[in-house]
Structure formats: C-alpha cells, structure tokens
T-cell receptor, first 111, second 114 residues
Framework: GNSVTQMEGPVTLSEEAFLTINCTYT??????LFWYVQYPGEGLQLLLK?????DKGSNKGFEATYRKETTSFHLEKGSVQVSDSAVYFC??????????FGPGTRLSVLP | KAGVTQTPRYLIKTRGQQVTLSCSPI?????VSWYQQTPGQGLQFLFE???????NKGNFPGRFSGRQFSNSRSEMNVSTLELGDSALYLC?????????????FGEGSWLTVV
C-alpha cells in the first residue's frame, strides 16, 4: 500500500537558519505529493504540491522537488522565521485513492 | 470563495453521550473526508464520502459513523463517547476522487470528553 515517512522532530532552529524536513514515500504508480502546514490551533493548510517527477513546488519561500528515483519530497527553506513555527505534514495522493499523510514534523524557530 | 466550514468549533461532552459534527465543503466540492487528530496518534483517517456514498473507511469502531447529504454537506457522529475520543476532528473537501488531487481542510472541531 501507499505510505509516507517523515522525520518526526521536534526540529528546533534559530531564526534565519536553513530548514530541511525529510519525506520519503512508498506508492504504486505516479502519485502527487504535498506538504501541508498546521499552525497552532488551526486546521491544515496546503503549503505546496508537485504532481509529477522532477516538478518543484514552492510557496512562501518553501520548496520541495519530486524525486522519483529516491522516492523523496524533502521540504526546504533557506531562512526560517519565528512565524514558520508549526507542524508540517508530507502527504501523497494516488488517483482514485485516499490521501496518505506522514506523522508530521513539529518545527520550533527561536528568535 | 468560502473555505471548508466546520461546526461547532469547540464542545465538551460527558462519557457515554453522543456527538454530531458538521462540515460544509467548498462550493462545488463533492468529496468530504474526516480525520481524527490526537497528540499521540497523529492524523488518522476516519472515512470519505462522495456523492452521498461512503467510499472508504479507516480503522475505527462502529461508534464512529458519518453521512453526506445531497448538497455535499457531511456530518459525523460518535456514539457512547469515551475519554479517548477527545481530539481535534478535521474535515477536508475536494472536487472528487477522480476530478482533483488537492484536499482543503477546515479549522476543525475540538471535542473534549469528560
């Protein structure tokens, strides 16, 4: 079946540090890949997505590249801010099937 | 356009009671799915509805049920509440399982069972 693995954290960084949150997946076919973010007390928001191999999703300074050869979709940001503190979920979707989410990675950014 | 709307946002129930949560999807979206989020278990899939039919169900006891109406609005019900049912219940909508590949979440309903 389909599955998503991601580093669970928590990840603690200082402001302006470089961020990487690893995500790998197992799936048949050609899934779409997503990163969702959950700020404290809120629901999940779509951060970025990529629908085919080698696509790069980007939003708010975050980027992730769909790497089929390594079955990965790592999230990166060059310079994090305190306001980026949240829980980040990697997810995949296969046509006609349910979304599958990773366990989430809690990020804390210290001023 | 309006996002996914969940009501109520917060509620407190007593063990043994039942609860009904409501979800209004984004206009034009016909698929609604429900998730339970707890600190220990993360995000767990409850069920998905499309065109008033349950397409998939997660690994939850029969106390958890749902339905979808002809206007795509959905409700989920939990009967005989247990302390362990305390969680954030999230609803998400999409165009449909074969029509779109992005789901959009509501703010969630915080359920506390005492």
């Amino acid at each position: 079946g389909n599955s998503v693995t991601q580093m669970e954290g928590p990840v603690t960084l200082s402001e302006e540090a470089f961020l990487t949150i690893n995500c790998t997946y197992t799936a048949t076919g050609y899934p779409s890949l997503f990163w969702y973010v959950q700020y404290p007390g809120e629901g999940l928001q779509l951060l970025l997505k990529a629908t085919k191999a080698d696509d790069k999703g980007s939003n708010k300074g975050f980027e992730a590249t769909y790497r089929k050869e390594t079955t990965s979709f790592h999230l990166e940001k060059g310079s994090v801010q305190v306001s980026d503190s949240a829980v980040y979920f990697c997810a995949l979707y296969n046509y006609g099937q349910n979304f599958v989410f990773g366990p989430g990675t809690r990020l804390s950014v210290l001023p | 356009k309006a996002g996914v709307t969940q009501t109520p946002r917060y509620l407190i129930k007593t063990r043994g009671q039942q609860v009904t949560l409501s979800c209004s999807p984004i206009s034009g979206h016909r698929s609604v799915s429900w998730y339970q989020q707890t600190p220990g278990q993360g995000l767990q899939f409850l069920f998905e509805y499309f065109s008033e039919t349950q397409r998939n169900k997660g690994n939850f006891p029969g106390r958890f049920s749902g339905r979808q109406f002809s206007n795509s609005r959905s409700e989920m019900n939990v009967s005989t509440l247990e302390l362990g049912d305390s969680a954030l219940y999230l609803c998400a909508s999409s165009l449909g399982p074969y029509e779109g590949n992005t789901i959009y979440f509501g703010e969630g309903s915080w359920l506390t069972v005492v």
